[in-house]
Nanobody, 124 residues
Framework: QVQLVESGGGLVQAGGSLRLSCAAS????????MGWFRQAPGKEREFVAA????????SYADSVKGRFTISRDNAKDTVYLQMSSLKSEDTALYYC?????????????????WGQGTQVTVSS
């Protein structure tokens, strides 16, 4: 059974940092492009970042570029999102997602597997 389990969310002050993790039980984790998305109340799910199958390529939303870093450890079947200089507008439920294709896409419907999400709340 495929599972993606996020952790690391919480309450943090503006300007602070958090590190999200996503543990995957995909058959061959290294076959999957992995992404992070987020959804704030009343808003659509939006792309945050993606990392290629071997971790060599990354893509970021303009709103997080320079503040967030996506990475993966294929030996641990885990993808990470290091978030720094957090802002109140980063408050959302953060999801990780996987697709068994090499392209770094930003569209949610192009990802096959999803976690349940971890809440990030940034207080100003």
């Amino acid at each position: 059974q495929v599972q993606l389990v996020e952790s690391g969310g919480g309450l943090v002050q503006a300007g602070g940092s958090l590190r999200l993790s996503c543990a995957a039980s995909l058959r061959t984790f290294s076959d999957y492009t992995m992404g992070w998305f987020r959804q704030a109340p009343g808003k659509e799910r939006e792309f945050v970042a993606a990392v290629s199958q071997n971790g060599g390529s990354t893509s970021y939303a303009d709103s997080v570029k320079g503040r967030f870093t996506i990475s993966r450890d294929n030996a641990k079947d885990t993808v990470y999102l290091q978030m720094s200089s957090l802002k109140s507008e980063d408050t959302a439920l953060y999801y990780c997602a996987g697709r068994r294709r090499p392209e770094l896409t930003t569209l949610p419907h192009t990802y096959t597997y999803w976690g349940q999400g971890t809440q990030v709340t940034v207080s100003s």
